[in-house]
T-cell receptor, first 112, second 111 residues
Framework: GESVGLHLPTLSVQEGDNSIINCAYS??????FIWYKQESGKGPQFIID?????DKRQGQRVTVLLNKTVKHLSLQIAATQPGDSAVYFC???????????FGTGTKLQVIP | NAGVTQTPKFQVLKTGQSMTLQCAQD?????MSWYRQDPGMGLRLIHY???????DQGEVPNGYNVSRSTTEDFPLRLLSAAPSQTSVYFC??????????FGPGTRLTVL
């Protein structure tokens, strides 16, 4: 079946470097994508979102890129900090506002 | 605002017991959802509600009931707990034009 997935389960990055977390999706009808950050023992926290009519969106230290041709989504974190250590989920919105399908997550480890 | 609150934080049940996980939000959000999160997996939608008195099933609804008598509260009931329901449960809410806000989670163990 169609699903949202992540390429790498764990990503280790040196503090100060940029991080790139990738996500593949297979439902061509998906038109809204979200990145969440989940710290240990906490609920997911919204980071940034993007609609399919855009290919790039920037926030504070984060950028999301969307390539609809290859159904690929990425989250870029600039100048990665220890506080960025967490699991990052991409998600796609299917079937209306309320139904969100999550990927399995990538664990980002920041090396001091 | 307290945001989305969940109680209890931890719970241990025996197989066959029933219980209710509480969820409340003070943001006047129309939409509320329940998810479960299992090790190495993404969150899966159990049930959701688009307003008071309206609920619908998500991806994994079996073994769970919900009701939405008020805008603020969205309890999740386990009718007869099974070990397969051992998981971390997250409640979330959102308005039509905003993103989802998640609660801190309830960690449930069924023996």
């Amino acid at each position: 079946g169609e699903s949202v997935g992540l390429h790498l389960p764990t990503l280790s990055v040196q503090e100060g470097d940029n991080s790139i977390i990738n996500c593949a999706y297979s439902n061509s009808a998906s038109d809204y994508f979200i990145w969440y950050k989940q710290e240990s023992g906490k609920g997911p926290q919204f980071i940034i979102d993007i609609r399919s009519n855009m290919d790039k969106r920037q926030g504070q230290r984060v950028t999301v890129l969307l390539n609809k041709t290859v159904k690929h989504l990425s989250l870029q974190i600039a100048a990665t900090q220890p506080g960025d250590s967490a699991v990052y989920f991409c998600a796609e919105n299917l079937g209306g506002y309320q139904k969100v399908t999550f990927g399995t997550g990538t664990k980002l480890q920041v090396i001091p | 605002n307290a945001g989305v609150t969940q109680t209890p934080k931890f719970q241990v049940l025996k197989t066959g017991q029933s219980m209710t996980l509480q969820c409340a939000q003070d943001m006047n959000h129309e939409y509320m959802s329940w998810y479960r999160q299992d090790p190495g997996m993404g969150l899966r939608l159990i049930h959701y509600s688009v307003g008071a008195g309206i609920t619908d099933q998500g991806e994994v609804p079996n073994g769970y009931n919900v009701s939405r008598s008020t805008t603020e509260d969205f309890p999740l009931r386990l009718l007869s707990a099974a070990p397969s329901q051992t998981s971390v449960y997250f409640c979330a809410s959102r308005s039509l034009s905003d993103t989802q806000y998640f609660g801190p989670g309830t960690r449930l163990t069924v023996l």
